[in-house]
Nanobody, 115 residues
Framework: EVQLVESGGGLAQPGGSLTLSCSAS????????MTWVRQRPGKGLEWVSS????????YYEESMKGRFIISRDSAKRTAYLEMNSLKYEDTAVYYC????????WGQGTQVTVSS
C-alpha cells in the first residue's frame, strides 16, 4: 500500500524558513518523481514543485523559484521541501504527491506564515 506522510509544518514568521518532509512507503521510491502541491485558504490545489526519480531534475512554480528547494533522500525514502523567505501568501496546507499508476496523496501539513 502506497503511503505518504508529511511533516514539518508549523508557524513561521515572514522571511523565515521551514523544511517539510514526505516519508514514502509501499512503492519503489527510487523509480518515481515526487511532487509538492499546496492549497491556500479558500483556493484550489496549486502545484509547487517536482523532482525527478533520481533527483537529477527539479521544477518550481515561478513564484517559488529561488525561495524553495526540493530534494530527496533515497536511503530515507523521503522527499523534502525547504522553504525560505516565506511570505504571508505561502500560508497553506502542503501535500506530497506521487503518481504510482494513479495519484497518491499524503494527509497534508499546515504551514502558517504570520507575524
Amino acid at each position: 500500500e502506497v503511503q505518504l506522510v508529511e511533516s514539518g509544518g508549523g508557524l513561521a514568521q515572514p522571511g523565515g524558513s521551514l523544511t517539510l518532509s514526505c516519508s514514502a512507503s509501499g512503492f519503489a521510491f527510487d523509480d518515481y518523481a515526487m511532487t509538492w502541491v499546496r492549497q491556500r485558504p479558500g483556493k484550489g490545489l496549486e502545484w509547487v514543485s517536482s523532482i525527478s526519480w533520481n533527483g537529477g531534475s527539479s521544477y518550481y512554480e515561478e513564484s517559488m523559484k529561488g525561495r524553495f528547494i526540493i530534494s530527496r533522500d533515497s536511503a530515507k525514502r523521503t522527499a523534502y521541501l525547504e522553504m525560505n523567505s516565506l511570505k504571508y501568501e505561502d500560508t497553506a496546507v502542503y501535500y506530497c504527491n506521487a503518481y504510482v499508476w494513479r495519484d497518491y496523496w499524503g494527509q497534508g501539513t499546515q504551514v502558517t506564515v504570520s507575524s
